[in-house]
């Protein structure tokens, strides 16, 4: 039988295709998750050395450019 393409394959090189490519697919992700770098605790180290803030005084913020005539 000819398998030359994917119209005349069989059904057991439909299989060997879907398994393939299964494979491929947790290798891709599995190396994927392997490569990600590992952040460190920076909770603690930002708590340590971040700056003191200080509030000021309070600001009203307007979206409209336009004043009222009264």
């Known amino acids: 039988m000819n398998n030359y ?28 998750i392997a490569a990600r770098p590992t952040a460190p605790d920076m909770s603690a180290q930002l708590e340590a050395r971040a700056p003191v803030l200080k509030t000021g005084a309070p600001v009203i913020w307007s979206a409209s450019e336009t004043s009222a005539i009264r």
Do not use: E, F, N, Q
């Open 5 to 32: 393409s994917m119209r005349t394959a069989d059904r057991l090189t439909h299989l060997k295709i879907v398994v393939v490519s299964l494979i491929a697919g947790i290798a891709v992700v599995g190396v994927g």
